[in-house]
Each structure stands twice: as structure tokens, then as C-alpha cells.
């Protein structure tokens, strides 16, 4: 299988695996601020910080490779376009785990 092909069946998973994340952030969210009574308070802070860390990590991932494709569409490919970019994903990953990590709880 070759390289785009597997990136491009990452990307579409990825996808699919933000939207029950982002539902379940959105309405903890609300339901920690009391817009909606879905959830009890605690439990609605609990999934809230619990989910934030994944869900921003698997959005940097679908940036990344959705930013791949939106450049290849444009003639922008190679090595170096490639490397860049799983650069800047690393980074902006750890600097998402760094915040999250000095962040109090």
C-alpha cells in the first residue's frame, strides 16, 4: 500500500474519531457550566479534563494531514513538505502536553 494511500485512510479515521470526542467535550462543557442538566457537575469536569488532552492531539493530527493534502493539491509536495510538517505536528504535540501538564488540576 503505498505511503498517501495509508495517510490519506489515517486521516479519514482520525476524522471519524474527533466527532464523538467533540460531542463529548461540548456537552460536558455545557453541562459543567449548567446550560444543560445532562450531567451532574463533577462528572461533566471529570470527562471535560479528561478529554481535552486527546481530543487537541487528534486535532493537531488532522490538521497536519489535512494541511498535506490541501498542499498537494496546490503542487506543494515532497521530502522536505513531509518533514516540515511532521516537525511542526511533533512540536505543537508537546507543546499541547506541556500546557496540560503545568496546568493545575
Not at 493534502?69 to 518533514?83: N, P, S
Amino acid at each position: 500500500m503505498k505511503v498517501n494511500r495509508l495517510l490519506y485512510k489515517v486521516h479519514r479515521i482520525i476524522s471519524w474519531v474527533l466527532v464523538p470526542f467533540m460531542i463529548i467535550v461540548v456537552v460536558s462543557g455545557y453541562a459543567y457550566i449548567r446550560k444543560i442538566r445532562i450531567l451532574n457537575r463533577g462528572l461533566a469536569y471529570d470527562l471535560h479534563n479528561t478529554f481535552d488532552l486527546p481530543l487537541l492531539l487528534l486535532l493537531v493530527a488532522h490538521v497536519v494531514l489535512g494541511a498535506r493534502y490541501e498542499l498537494m493539491r496546490f503542487k506543494i509536495k515532497g521530502r522536505a513538505v513531509d518533514a516540515v510538517l511532521l516537525i511542526l505536528g511533533i512540536v505543537m504535540g508537546f507543546v499541547l502536553i506541556i500546557v496540560e501538564l503545568q496546568r493545575p488540576r
